[in-house]
């Protein structure tokens, strides 16, 4: 059997194809043009190929001869006006078109907890679009939707949230941090997707990969200043006045998050059900934080 991984390269990706490769799966790497430094982060053996989602004829013969594709590719933190639709949505169509083509039957989609939230950042709006075209495609489809991901390097947004807590002795947390999240560690989340784009059970479903337990956010914040011998203090922050402070997303993301996606974190909650996924897919995933 052969994989092809889009966004293959990243802290995930890399780990898929190291998870792939040991259950006896050749692994081929879609990465973006001009990325240099592509070949020294996949492991040695995996096939690299160039092309970007959003440009179908640069990504069509990527899946001559692949037996599944695992679709990581994505963009997750932008404040450019469109990039979330032409990378997650349009991209996505772009990938399944190019199955079609090609005649690749399965197909893997990473999406995002983000899409169950009542209401939907245009992140949200993205990968939900994506959802869609993935499920209308003909294809043998599986989706997965990661929750808040730790670990290994990755987890980009909670890294995000470790280094804003961190930083300073004293931290603002939007309604006082008591959204609840079931943060997944990044091990399982790969072996969870890997799982997922190979069992024949779960064609034709939607798994949310999380971990065991849910924890709020000040529980989380509070988790992460343990680990690191840190005893800040939490100030909490009504959220009519969150709601007026753009600058929000500089304390929390800087420049690559909107105050709308910064504020949706600690809104809703993320806590789903993997009934589903420990029942098909021996998904039993441990806590990021020991405990």
């Given at each position: 059997m052969k994989a092809l991984i889009t966004g293959g390269a990243g802290v995930v990706g890399k780990a898929l194809c190291r998870e792939l490769e040991a259950r006896g799966v050749c692994v081929r790497v879609l990465a973006l043009p001009g990325d240099?430094?592509?070949?020294?982060?996949?492991?040695?053996?995996?096939?690299l190929v160039y092309g970007d989602v959003t440009d179908f004829e640069s990504i069509r013969t990527a899946f001559d001869g692949i037996d599944v594709v695992f679709h990581l590719a994505a963009a997750l933190l932008s404040t450019v006006p469109g990039e979330f639709e032409r990378v997650n949505a349009q991209g996505t169509r772009n990938v399944v078109s190019a199955c079609q083509d090609a005649g690749v039957r399965r197909l893997l989609y990473v999406s995002s907890i983000s899409v169950t939230y009542p209401i939907l950042t245009p992140y949200g709006q993205s990968k939900l679009a994506g959802e869609l075209a993935?499920?209308?495609?003909g294809l043998d489809w599986t989706i997965v939707r990661p929750t808040l991901v730790i670990g290994d390097g990755g987890g980009v947004e909670f890294n995000m949230y470790a280094r804003y807590v961190s930083r300073?002795?004293?931290?603002?947390l939007p309604g006082g941090?008591?959204?609840?999240k079931r943060p997944v560690r990044s091990v399982d989340l790969v072996q969870g997707i890997a799982a997922a784009g190979l069992c024949e059970s779960a064609v034709g479903k939607t798994y949310a990969l999380a971990g065991p337990s849910?924890?709020?956010?000040?529980?989380?914040a509070e988790a992460i200043l343990r680990g690191r011998g840190l005893k800040h203090r939490m100030i909490s922050l009504p959220w009519f006045i969150c709601r007026r402070l753009?600058?929000?997303?500089?304390?929390i993301g800087g420049q690559k998050v909107t105050a709308e996606q910064a504020l949706a974190g600690f809104l809703y909650d993320a806590v789903p059900s993997i009934e589903s996924a420990e029942k098909d897919l021996d998904y039993h995933p441990k806590s990021p934080f020991g405990a």
């Open positions: 240099t430094l592509a070949s020294s982060r996949i492991p040695s053996g995996v096939e993935v499920k209308e495609s300073f002795p004293v931290y603002f941090g008591l959204a609840q849910s924890m709020t956010m000040a529980q989380m753009a600058m929000l997303k500089s304390w």
